[in-house]
């Protein structure tokens, strides 16, 4: 391919590289890398397992791009299938990984000037990823697309194939059980405790 | 009926949308904003209810994937740039399996799996010691010599039987 920027559009840049094209994976790679990290984190509960199925998915795609029919629906609705089945059958290899998981406590770290501030970010975003691993596989995932990647009811429900009317049942039994889950931190007067939290620290 | 014409929204209607839906409204089905615009006007339990939604949206927002290994996408990057390696073409059944079973399929072959597609048919002999075998284990069956099947399976199976047992009590209940 000639000419390949950040806007050139997915389908385009997997008929590169069908014909082995190593520019069009890398621009493919980059510009999907956190969506597919998601779903790893998600699902898997580490940042190091979220970046294996990120290595995995990628192999895969680069070793099969035949896979991806573009007549059967968009490259991110595709992707986002593939790396929800191979975690999936990851997951059901093995049991989610712990998640004290040190290297990923790290990462979640904020570079925020306060350290004070950056621990305790970190502290309710390893609350939330507990939750959310409390949650069935399928809602796990139907919350992942739905927050993380920022999909449609409609488009969750194309890549999960099923119905809209599933999806929404799967969200609503997802939300409903985070919200009790999470009502330390989310109280019904709508504000979270760790925003309190955090503005006292800074007073 | 409201003024408008619309039907008019109770809260439990309002608290099912949310939890559909998540509080942000512009992802609602058009039809039932006005109605609950109109609910979030007149009551403090809905208004409740949507800013205990957005705080566990503003929650889910504050866990976001962490940042990938340093060397990540050189990881992914470098498989291209060994592309040299790369087989093609390959063979028409892989690329139809694939297409159904995204995610799913074997990408690269067990090279014992390739040979047997194209290996030639073995001669009469080799059968000699696979029927004597499958004799052996008649008898063997036959005798009572040996512990129950399902007891072996089943020994054989406990992890997988205990994640099964898992996964059905999930009250999901659905497959990927």
């Known amino acids: ?203 | 009926m409201m003024n408008d014409g619309t039907r008019e929204m109770n809260l439990e209607e309002f608290r099912q949308l949310l939890d559909a839906h998540g509080a942000d409204m512009g992802r609602w089905p058009a039809k039932v904003r006005a109605p609950a615009q109109a609910l979030l006007l007149e009551s403090e339990e809905a208004r409740a209810l949507l800013a205990e939604a957005r705080a566990l949206d503003d929650l889910l927002r504050a866990s976001a994937v962490p940042e990938p290994a340093e060397d990540l996408l050189a990881r992914i990057e470098a498989v291209a740039d060994a592309s040299s390696a790369r087989e093609a073409p390959r063979h028409a059944d892989e690329l139809r399996g694939a297409k159904e079973q995204p995610g799913h399929e074997p990408v690269v072959m067990h090279p014992a799996a390739v040979r047997g597609r194209h290996a030639r048919p073995a001669p009469w002999w080799m059968a000699v010691p696979i029927a004597a075998s499958l004799l052996l284990g008649v008898w063997l069956g036959l005798s009572g010599a040996l512990a129950p099947v399902e007891e072996v399976l089943l020994a054989d199976a406990g992890d997988e039987l205990e994640l099964i047992l898992e996964l059905a009590a999930e009250p999901d209940g659905e497959e990927l």
């Open chain 1, 1 to 203: 391919m000639a000419h390949l920027t950040d806007n050139t559009p997915d389908e385009e840049l997997m008929a590169a590289v069908r014909n082995g094209d190593g520019a069009a994976f890398s621009v493919l790679a980059r510009r999907h890398l956190q969506r597919v990290r998601a779903i790893g984190w998600r699902l898997l509960g580490s940042a190091e397992a979220a970046d294996d199925l990120a290595q995995e998915v990628f192999l895969r795609i680069w070793q099969k791009p035949e896979a991806f029919d573009a007549a059967r629906g968009e490259f991110s609705h595709w992707l986002a299938r593939v790396a929800a089945n191979l975690a999936t059958d990851r997951l059901r290899r093995k049991r989610p990984e712990p998640l004290d998981d040190e290297t990923s406590a790290e990462r979640l770290q904020d570079p925020a000037p306060d350290p004070e501030q950056a621990t305790m970010k970190a502290q309710q975003a390893r609350r939330v990823q507990a939750a959310i691993a409390q949650l069935p596989e399928r809602q796990r995932l139907a919350i992942t697309l739905a927050h993380d990647l920022g999909h449609s009811n409609g488009e969750i429900a194309r890549i999960l194939e099923t119905s809209v009317e599933a999806v929404e049942s799967l969200l609503a039994r997802g939300r409903r059980k985070l919200k009790e889950l999470l009502r330390e931190d989310v109280r019904s007067d709508g504000k979270s405790v760790a925003r309190e939290r955090n503005r006292g620290g800074r007073a």
